[in-house]
């Protein structure tokens, strides 16, 4: 049974590829290294189809790929624009997207709240997560990290008074 919660949306179908289906997709985050026989999520109508990748060729960001059951122009041209996911299980370990889900504890406020998404800056990782109903974005910074629990899926943090106020 597909687990919506598991699934990272890494890029999108941009455009289609010659006439036998094949799509290009346009990567949005380098968290993957697509291979053959890999499966990718595309978002129809808000379903999450999994599809079997057949080949791939091309660039690292932006790398044709060939679907099961994609063998048309009309078929390929039907998901351009769409979303493309994998499932956090097929992550690296040391991906910066493998703390997508943890818990945010604070040392003086308790749960802050699960973490929903990940960006890799130049300067920190930058996580999302939603704190009495806003959107909030905390720097993963060394200073402000009391520890992290793997096993409990928990991040244990010291921020400065006010950074949630932001």
């Not at 009309?74 to 370990?93: C, M, N, R, W, Y």
């Not at 802050?112 to 990940?118: A, C, F, M, P, Y």
């Not at 996580?127 to 909030?136: A, D, N, R, W």
Request: negative net charge.
């Amino acid at each position: 049974m597909l687990n919506k919660d598991r699934l990272i949306s890494f890029g999108y179908v941009s455009r289609p590829h010659g006439y036998k289906g094949d799509v290009q997709i346009t990567l949005e985050r380098k968290i993957v290294s697509l291979k053959r026989d890999d499966f990718v999520f595309i978002q129809l109508q808000g379903q999450f189809i999994p599809y079997k990748i057949t080949h791939l060729k091309g660039k690292t960001d932006t790398p044709v790929v060939g679907l099961e059951f994609i063998d048309t122009f009309e078929k390929a041209q039907d998901i351009v624009g769409s979303p493309v996911f994998t499932d956090q299980e097929v992550l690296p370990e040391d991906s910066e997207l493998s703390f997508l889900g943890y818990e945010l504890i604070d040392s003086k406020i308790g749960s802050i709240g699960k973490v929903l998404d990940v960006q890799e800056l130049p300067q920190q990782l930058m996580l999302t997560v939603s704190f009495q109903g806003e959107e909030k974005y905390i720097p993963l910074v060394d200073d402000f990290i009391d520890y992290i629990s793997q096993e409990n899926q928990e991040i244990w943090l010291n921020l400065p008074d006010g950074l949630l106020d932001l």
